[in-house]
Nanobody
Framework: QVKVVESGGGLVQPGGSLRLSCAAS????????MGWYRQPPGKQERELVA????????NYATSVKGRFTISGDFAKKTVDLKLDSLTPEDTAVYYC?????????WGQGTQVTVSS
């Protein structure tokens, strides 16, 4: 059984920082991408925030470039997201996604709230 677990969310003031962490465990092999998505309140769809490939390439949403940093360890199947200079528009449930050759796996999500 595969588990994907996120941690690190919380309440932070505008301009503050957070670090989200994600760890995948179980029978998951040939992981080629790991990423973070978010679903803002009132929106139906999740949007890509940042992703990293097993080759080290990274991809960021335009709205977070220069503020968020993704890092991953494919041997350990962990991926972190550093969130800096947070704004209220970053408020959302953040989800970790792990892509393998055979399946994609999602975590349960962690809430990030940016408010004064």
């Amino acid at each position: 059984q595969v588990k994907v677990v996120e941690s690190g969310g919380g309440l932070v003031q505008p301009g503050g920082s957070l670090r989200l962490s994600c760890a995948a465990s179980g029978s998951i092999f040939s992981v080629n991408f790991m990423g973070w998505y978010r679903q803002p309140p009132g929106k139906q769809e999740r949007e890509l925030v940042a992703a990293i490939s097993s080759g080290g390439s990274t991809n960021y949403a335009t709205s977070v470039k220069g503020r968020f940093t993704i890092s991953g360890d494919f041997a350990k199947k962990t991926v972190d997201l550093k969130l800096d200079s947070l704004t209220p528009e970053d408020t959302a449930v953040y989800y970790c996604k792990v892509d393998s050759d055979w399946n994609d796996y999602w975590g349960q999500g962690t809430q990030v709230t940016v408010s004064s």
